[in-house]
């Protein structure tokens, strides 16, 4: 289920069952508190990258307001290391999956790995071939942007200096190529676990449906406070 580029969920939609049972087993993340879910890629991806440090200097206010915050990653052990250590991201808001089978079951998009194989289907989706919105955010991080106190070029540096961290660490972050292509979601989950908000990435460099403020959606849950910068 698509829902509108708010990312607000319709009134009354109840959480996905396969994450809900996932949930379950963990400690603090049933029902009675509000939850924010967040389903990454490999964490080797630039897409949980940057998630991850946009998130990271907003979880004081997200606490403050109630909000549970973890994340679920493709990756291992080292990589959940490597990753928090760069990132910033506390290790224990962070699990690890050797593949994507949750992922698949909340029905995110794999990408044109499963057709193209994992390095020419990411290839493709670097050049923007069914990857929408790629190229216009790949440009973004050049220019710059007018809704954001971002300079040109600086977005661009720090995934510069993202890629350089990952290449010098892949098989740390990467342990298998299979997956590379496999795209995130994020779910944000009410205490009686009906939806609040949800968005499926549709392609690289997508991980909100409003990149130039990737945290907008969760200001409504936070009496209108800005989350940004």
Known sequence: VEFAPSSLAPAMTAAPAPLLERLAG????GPGRRRLVLLWPQLGDFDSLEYAQALVPALPRLQAAGIDVLAIGISHGPGRERFCSFTGFPPERLLVDSDPRLHRALDLA???GASAGPWPGLLLMCAGICSPGTLAEVLRGYTGDGRTPLRPFELATTRLRNMIEVLGHWRTYVPRDDFLTQRGGTFLIDTDDRLLAVHRDPGLLGFSATMHRPLEF?????GGESLTG
Request: net charge negative.
């Open 218 to 222: 969760l200001e409504p849950f936070l």
């Open 26 to 29: 963990i400690p603090a993340m």
């Open 110 to 112: 794999e990408g044109l």
